[in-house]
């Protein structure tokens, strides 16, 4: 399925499951609304399947897409490219925090090569779908072709379709790339029409200096974009990894399946995504606040309340996945509450 | 073990291990500090077992404390006191929100009648150890005498202790109680200082009419107390189940376990017990901020910061559940997350 595919599957929610979902709520064994989030999140799980009670969100497959950054030579970050393809390396071996993030939540983990600059050795759950090795330099020209903006949102529809196929039935984005907390910001800034200075954050955790120079970067390239169409700007100041993750939501959408999304990269792609298919947003739950700023200037954007706030800045999809359970309870409350007539509660509100 | 046994037996946290913690956090294959409130958690995790990395926090048991309030003659609510004991039974059956809930994390509940009004029929997961049919009305006299109280405070210590010696290694409050989010906000009045009407909610979701007499049933009822004492407070103002759960939580620490603490209710009990034994307090951790307002002023008084914040205002134990797959996961990433040297990763900070 290519995105071109999933735009064409897209469909709205389905508004009679949701009612029905609402209704149900009403009459559990509970007071009114006392479950909070949790229930408007498990109506949106009905309205997202057409069912009420909605299925389990489950199995769950984590996506982790990586690609490299040609802005490192910018001095964005005081991490060198090679550590991209070791961590790449360590997603492949179990041992990363989204691994085991993602074993305390029973999920899968795929690890999906869109633009690692070097080439890795073929390794389990590691897909090969490298569009290019890294990006160019946004800062003195345009990070990758409208071409090849195209073929990572490609990567991403197929990824979605490929997982949902092999049975997934909850999707979390993941991301790793030396870098690309910096055309993250662009994107957003570009998108929102947020300063520089306020979406672009200090990633990893770089000094005063680096964190002027990267915002500099990000206005500079901002300035320089000679359109705000979503795929010019994608191509211009993006990422390879944030185009897939990009097509990965759309993709989730229109397999109908509620996509569970991280911090600034994943963000990224998501504003990108809606710029290109506002409908895709319905099947989206932000799994939690990163504390970069570009991360709180998306979610506001989009309109999405993320459901978790944990102080977490490590990509990956580490925050999305530690808000799986809550999605899963958030469905099984629907599938297994009793009502209060069926518990014989005899109260009234 | 009695209440007084477990206060005998409390510790303080251990400095060596939340060293080493700290310091493992700072060697694992992530930028430092990149995983928030995740690596605090740890360290507290490790401070609490004496062990680094800790242990997972696994098997997990949710004690749902359950007491009726003669202050329901005072018209704070608009359920009828049957619900309790109806309530009781969905427990047993399995179907209530927390039995949902605990499904989903994988822990077991157990249901502990402290002080309901009617006489339950045995039930498999249900302990009777009623100190009275309910308590008195506390807007006319005291809810319970203090020996009533001393015993409502060794039944939860001594739950806690049972479901510890049961394999239990992370400890869940829970309660049931019509009404018993008035003597909560009386007892948080009383111990935190703050004016009735700061700390008395809607509960269950009252009208304004309900709520204005709710809130001067408080207020009086805080008026009139002799002492600030708080085995007096407790004993005037309180509950059976509040009682309980402040013997649940110092249970919890004397073992040495994680508890992982609900709304206003648990919330309640953790400031008897804090004034009683504040190094109790280590070994507690706020599951979620319930949107009760006496639950945000006895975080407050506690220096507690939940970990989740959802719009819930069940109770049960509910907010808490869900907060424990945050808890497993900040023990899991210090037991099997890779170190930057061990995953080959070549980056400095």
Redesign the interface.
């Known amino acids: 399925m290519t995105f071109a595919d999933a735009l064409a599957c897209l469909g709205p929610l389905d508004a009679d499951a949701a009612a029905d979902a609402v209704a149900l709520q009403d009459r559990?064994?509970?007071?009114?609304?006392?479950?909070?989030?949790?229930e408007t999140l498990g109506t949106r799980l009905a309205a997202i399947a057409g069912a009420c009670p909605p299925p389990l969100p489950a199995p769950v497959a984590v996506a982790v897409f990586v690609g490299d950054h040609g802005v490192l030579a910018e001095g964005v970050t005081?991490?060198?490219q090679?550590?991209t393809g070791?961590?790449v390396?360590?997603f492949c071996?179990g041992?990363?925090?989204i691994?085991?993030?993602a074993?305390?939540?029973g999920a899968e983990v795929v690890v999906v090569d869109v633009g690692v600059a070097t080439d890795l050795a073929p390794a389990p759950r590691l897909l090969d779908r490298k569009v290019r090795h890294g990006t160019a330099n946004l800062a003195t020209g345009a990070a990758m072709t409208l071409d090849e903006a195209r073929r990572g949102l490609d990567v991403g529809a197929e990824v979605a379709a490929e997982v949902v196929a092999g049975g997934a039935r909850c999707l979390v984005t993941g991301d790793m790339g030396?870098g690309n907390t910096t055309p993250s910001a662009a994107i957003i800034a570009a998108l929102t029409g947020r300063p520089a200075a306020e979406v672009t954050g200090r990633?990893?955790?770089i000094d005063d200096a680096t964190h002027l120079r990267k915002t500099r970067v990000v206005e500079d390239a901002v300035a320089r974009l000679a359109s705000s169409e979503p795929l010019d700007v994608l191509a211009s100041v993006g990422g390879l990894e944030i185009a897939a993750l990009a097509g990965f939501v759309v993709g989730a959408a229109a397999a109908r399946v509620p996509v569970v999304v991280d911090g600034v990269i994943a963000l990224a792609g998501v504003v990108v995504a809606a710029a290109l298919a506002p409908g895709c947003l319905d099947f989206c739950i932000a799994g939690h606040r990163s504390?970069e700023p570009g991360a709180t200037a998306a979610l506001e954007h989009l309109g999405l309340i993320p459901?978790?706030?944990?102080?977490?800045?490590?990509g990956e999809g580490?925050g999305a996945c530690?808000a799986v359970?809550?999605v899963?309870?958030a469905a099984?409350?629907l599938v297994?509450?009793?009502t209060l007539d069926?518990?014989?509660?005899?109260?009234?509100?």
Do not use: C, F, H, S
């Open positions: 559990l064994a509970k007071p009114r609304g006392a479950l909070g989030r949790l005081q991490w060198p090679e550590v070791q961590m390396a360590a071996a041992g990363a925090a691994n085991v993030l074993r305390q939540v030396i990633g990893t955790g504390t459901l978790l706030d944990l102080g977490l800045r490590l580490t530690l359970p809550v899963q309870a099984r409350i297994e509450m009793a069926g518990a014989g509660v005899t109260g009234k509100e």
